[in-house]
């Protein structure tokens, strides 16, 4: 069955970068069509979507954060890495991982999440 | 960008009710919307697709209609497990996306 997972840093300073790590099982990041995509949440606040990384390798950023935003995949290890620079406060969210549905484009499978939280 | 705007972001009801919650976009998207639901401490799960689909495994009483810009999820009969917070999201500028406000449904 399809499961995925993020991994990270529970804890991380201003101005820092911040890498994050889904695993993923049950599906492969090289068959066509296929896309794995980061999203977060504020605590108490609606959900973001981040970034979309494809089977061919390509990648799109939301708007507002793309300059920010890097995301990469290593099909070996069934694993898609997010980094986020330069963190701030207002970044504290849980972050999860999400897997796109070929058919239909959305969302059909999601990790846990991993709450990150930006303090000195 | 497109913009999504959902409506109410907060509802009170009581266990048997018929529920409706709309998503409005800010321009066409077709039927390129889904909703989902979550729970405190939880991720989102799927709840309709494709506007109107039914995702295997939901209920029966969940429905989803619209097209264009103006969207509903239904709920026919509110259950205990229902109480939650529902979603929008606009897939049409795939592989662009925006999640509507959120809407909370509480317990009267």
């Known amino acids: 069955q399809v499961t995925l997972r993020e991994s990270g840093p529970a804890l991380v300073k201003p101005t820092q970068t911040l890498t994050l790590t889904c695993t993923f099982s049950?599906?492969?990041?090289?068959?066509?069509?296929?896309?794995v995509s980061w999203i977060r949440q504020p605590p108490g606040k609606a959900l973001e979507w981040l970034a979309l990384?494809?089977?061919?390798?390509?990648?799109y950023y939301s708007t507002s954060l793309k300059t920010r935003l890097t995301i990469s995949k290593d099909t070996s290890k069934n694993q898609v890495v997010l980094t986020m620079t330069n963190m701030d406060p207002v970044d504290t969210a849980t972050y999860y991982c999400?897997?796109?549905?070929?058919?239909?484009?959305?969302?059909?499978?999601w990790g846990q999440g991993t709450l990150v939280t930006v303090s000195s | 960008d497109i913009q999504m705007t959902q409506s109410p972001s907060s509802l009170s009801a009581s266990v048997g009710d018929r529920v409706t919650i709309t998503c409005r976009a800010s321009?066409?998207?077709?039927?390129?919307l889904g909703w989902y639901q979550q729970k405190p401490g939880k991720a989102p799960k799927r709840l309709i697709y494709?506007?109107?689909s039914l995702q295997s495994g939901v209920p029966s009483r969940f429905s989803g209609s619209g097209s264009g810009t103006e969207f509903t999820l239904t709920i026919s009969s509110l259950q205990p497990e229902d109480f939650a917070t529902y979603y929008c999201?606009?897939?049409?500028?795939?592989?662009?996306?925006?999640f509507g406000q959120g809407t909370k449904l509480e317990i009267k």
């Open positions: 999400a897997r796109v549905s070929i058919a239909t484009h959305e969302f059909d499978y």
């Open positions: 049950g599906f492969s990041l090289s068959t066509s069509g296929m896309c």
């Open positions: 990384i494809d089977w061919d390798d390509d990648k």
């Open positions: 321009q066409g998207i077709r039927n390129d």
């Open positions: 494709a506007a109107s």
């Open positions: 999201l606009q897939h049409n500028s795939y592989p662009m996306y925006t």
